[in-house]
């Protein structure tokens, strides 16, 4: 479920400074010059992707951003000092949307995507500025301009629908070639390290992007290998797929081969709640891949000793016979529905 990919915030850019009136005084000089400098911009505000974020959690409590007024210009002809810019970071794959016109304002996909978002008023002019051969001492100065304000609303795109999570050698690659007929839809998602390699699943008139994340190991969620990051992707799918493999090695042993799928579930299951971000509570089916490599009869048996381990409610598939995998794309086009009318 998508937890923290909405907020909304109000924007306010601070007002240029203003201008200021002022005159030379000076020994011998009766009546100086103008001298009054301008005014400071007021601070813009941006937005920018940088690298390590995951959720728009922060701008949940954050619900108004300003940047800070331009200051006056003085005398001297000093110019007033420039108001600080104020910069949002954001997740990369994050959406920017005037939230009143509704306008698509920026797509921030990569680390160091930039866009301006408010303008700070400009300054205002000195009397300096408005002297003249014909008006040597104007007593007149500008004020600053007004900052821009907006609100905007901020979207964290999905990466994908689901997201197939197991430890190598599953069968995440493989399951995600049977199920999907389209790869060549799904443009590669543009990062850099760690490609999640996309892949569109079509039944009927229904759709779905699966996405294969490579990298998950035991202590992914503190950080090993690329674990972290694989794991900041799976909070950007919907649904997640649990896989655990029959392993050949269990030698027929059913119960062995039970215990192992147990484990490896555990496994990465623990990474996910570990890692927090409500991964652990996303809507996730638990599958059990390479059931062909099951005798005959034997999945029966294997569902009823899962069952007895508490995990009643199993996929079991195979990507070489196909087994299960429809009933299994079924089941998650069933919780991309569920999921879809509980958020809007
Ligand atoms: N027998 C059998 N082997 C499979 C199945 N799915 C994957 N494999 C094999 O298991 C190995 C790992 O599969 P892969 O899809 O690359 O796993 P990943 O590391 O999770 O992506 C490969 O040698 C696959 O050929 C399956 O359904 N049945
Ligand atoms: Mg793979």
Not at 143 to 171: F, I, S, Y
Request: charge should be neutral.
């Amino acid at each position: 479920m998508r937890f923290h990919d909405l907020a909304k915030v109000e924007l306010i850019a601070g007002d240029g400074g203003g201008g200021c009136v002022s005159f030379r005084r000076e020994k011998f000089v009766p009546r100086g010059g103008p001298n009054g400098g301008n005014g400071g911009r007021g601070g813009h505000i941006f937005a920018r992707a940088i690298e390590g974020l995951n959720t728009l959690l922060d701008y949940r409590y954050r619900r108004r951003i300003v940047s800070a007024r331009g200051g006056r210009g003085q005398g001297k002809n000093r110019s007033g000092r420039g108001g600080e810019d104020v910069w949002l970071d954001l997740p990369r794959g994050t959406q920017v949307f005037d939230e009143d016109s509704g306008a698509l304002l920026a797509d921030l996909l990569e680390a160091g995507d930039e866009v301006l978002l408010c303008s700070g008023g400009r300054g205002g002019y000195g009397n300096t500025h408005f002297r003249s051969s014909t008006h040597r001492s104007p007593r007149m100065a500008q004020e600053g301009g007004t900052g821009e304000v907006r609100r905007v609303m901020l979207r964290l795109k999905v990466l994908a629908d689901v997201g197939l999570a197991g430890l190598p050698n599953a069968g995440k690659s493989s399951l995600l070639r049977v199920v999907s007929h389209s790869r060549t839809k799904v443009a590669d998602y543009p990062y850099t390290t760690l490609r999640p390699h996309l892949g569109l699943v079509e039944r009927s008139y229904r759709e779905a992007v699966f996405a294969d994340l490579p990298g998950l190991v035991r202590g992914a969620s503190e950080g090993v290998g690329l674990g972290h990051r694989f794991l900041a992707h799976m909070e950007r799918c919907r649904v997640l797929l649990r896989l655990a493999e029959v392993r050949e090695q269990s030698e027929g042993d059913l119960a062995v081969v039970a215990g192992r799928i147990v484990e490896d579930w555990g496994i990465v299951g623990d990474e996910l709640e570990r890692y927090g971000c409500g991964l652990a509570e996303k809507a996730c089916l638990l599958v059990v891949s390479k059931g062909d490599l099951l005798g005959e009869g034997e999945a029966e048996v294997l569902r009823g000793l899962l069952g007895e381990r508490g995990f009643g409610k199993v996929w079991m598939v195979s990507s070489v016979t196909g087994m299960g995998v429809e009933e299994l794309v079924e089941a998650v086009f069933g919780l991309l529905g569920e999921e879809e009318s509980a958020y809007g």
